[in-house]
């Protein structure tokens, strides 16, 4: 374990990464943020957090945290003794890959900045990319070492991780390793020291998986609501088979959020060379769950369509690529008027669409209501609401 004294480590990005991995090693480390967003950067120095997550929030408050934001980058890696890359890839659709670019830019500055410190990647990349990295660069200093975050519960799931994944069997991947366990309040963490390469396939394939299990029982669901079965019935008869269990099996609009649709896309297209069925239905499965239920909410004939909630899931303040916007934007080729109501949301209009931010009256002039997520806030006009989320939960 590492010992009392404390170290610098700098984390790049202030995402939903970036920002839990900082609090987490914050509690025993001196941790700096590097950000290109000024708001962001004044936010963590006023002890405020830059996403929405409860346990962020918290610790920000009470806890004694060595923790500073800046948006100079001589500052930032000037004695680090580890760099953490926590940058975006977003999934560029022309070139069928990420967009590693703010990684790479990262990484090259990291590395001629500070000549020591071990770069460690955690945006989600393709397979192979850390490796054409350590070639280009010519070091064996920048590793890749996955999260399995979830939104609004990022820092929760560093405190208790299923697992901590280093893509380096080196002893400053192993220091890094014990940094995290540190940090960690979960005992006797499963830890696997394996090579970056099979590091970036292990985040692309555990993803890819819940992605496929998402899709699963979002068929079962439009089976049922095809035949006019009792989908929860099934569901839960189903999942009593504890090989199958209970997580992950409540029907949705589709997978969404910052991780599933491109990650599963990313990894389709690291099969180009190799033979393949089970990727390919699993990213299209998506397009052709949001295709049938948009088509099951047609069939009521409304006129005004209101979207509840554009946020991916409770306690989220993530838009990015919430499966309710694939099922808006098909309603609206159809003809249907759309208005949303998103307390979150500032603008008064998103796609062309009105943002309501009174609910009673986004309520009273919505024909059908669409929840991905049923709440509380809706139940006094439950007979108006579409929803598929029969379980309470994400």
């Known amino acids: 374990m590492v010992g009392p004294s404390k170290i610098k480590i700098t984390?790049?990005?202030?995402?939903?990464?970036?920002?839990?991995?900082?609090?987490?090693?914050?509690?025993?480390?001196?941790?700096?943020?590097?950000?290109?967003?000024?708001?962001?950067?004044?936010?963590?120095?006023?002890?405020?957090?830059?996403?929405?997550?409860?346990?962020?929030?918290?610790?920000?408050?009470?806890?004694?945290?060595?923790?500073?934001?800046?948006?100079?980058?001589?500052?930032?890696?000037?004695?680090?003794?580890?760099?953490?890359?926590?940058?975006?890839?977003?999934?560029?659709?022309?070139?069928?890959?990420?967009?590693t670019s703010a990684v790479g830019a990262v990484v090259g500055d990291a590395l001629s900045l500070n000549q020591s410190a071990l770069v460690v990647i955690k945006s989600t990349i393709p397979v192979g990319h850390t490796k054409s990295l350590q070639e280009k660069f010519e070091t064996d200093r920048v590793i890749f070492s996955p999260e399995f975050l979830r939104e609004g519960q990022a820092l929760k799931d560093n405190l208790y991780p299923s697992r901590i994944i280093v893509g380096s069997q080196c002893e400053a991947g192993k220091a890094f390793a014990n940094l995290l366990v540190q940090g960690a309040e979960k005992k006797d963490i499963e830890t696997l020291f394996?090579?970056?390469?099979?590091?970036?396939?292990?985040?692309?394939?555990?993803?890819?998986?819940?992605?496929?299990?998402?899709?699963?029982?979002?068929?079962?669901?439009?089976?049922?609501?095809?035949?006019?079965?009792?989908?929860?019935?099934?569901?839960?008869?189903v999942c009593l088979d504890e090989r199958i269990g209970k997580g992950y099996n409540n029907p949705s609009f589709g997978y969404g959020g910052y991780c599933l649709p491109k990650d599963t896309k990313q990894l389709l297209a690291n099969y180009s060379q190799v033979p393949q069925n089970l990727i390919q239905a699993i990213v299209d499965a998506n397009s052709t769950r949001k295709d049938f239920l948009a088509d099951q909410i047609l069939m009521k004939s409304p006129k005004t369509v209101?979207?509840?909630?554009?946020v991916m899931k409770e306690g989220s303040d993530n838009f990015r690529q919430s499966s309710i916007q694939g099922i808006m934007k098909r309603l609206k080729a159809k003809g249907a008027e759309v208005i949303i109501y998103e307390p979150a949301m500032e603008e008064v209009t998103f796609f062309n669409s009105r943002v309501l931010q009174d609910l009673e009256a986004f309520k009273a002039e919505a024909d059908v209501i669409i929840a991905n997520r049923f709440s509380d806030d809706i139940v006094d006009v439950a007979d108006k609401v579409f929803t598929r989320d029969l379980f309470g939960c994400d």
């Not at 209101?306 to 554009?310: A, S």
């Open 194 to 237: 394996i090579h970056s390469t099979e590091a970036e396939a292990v985040k692309l394939f555990a993803n890819t998986y819940l992605a496929m299990r998402v899709s699963f029982f979002n068929e079962l669901d439009s089976y049922a609501l095809a035949h006019d079965l009792d989908t929860k019935g099934i569901i839960n008869g």
């Open 11 to 99: 984390v790049v990005g202030a995402g939903y990464v970036g920002m839990s991995l900082s609090v987490l090693l914050a509690q025993h480390n001196d941790v700096t943020v590097l950000d290109i967003n000024a708001a962001r950067v004044d936010k963590i120095n006023n002890k405020q957090s830059t996403v929405a997550d409860t346990e962020i929030e918290l610790f920000l408050a009470e806890k004694s945290l060595s923790l500073s934001a800046t948006l100079d980058k001589q500052v930032a890696y000037e004695g680090a003794s580890f760099i953490v890359v926590a940058t975006p890839t977003n999934y560029d659709t022309d070139t069928n890959q990420f967009d």
């Open 306 to 310: 209101g979207i509840f909630r554009l």
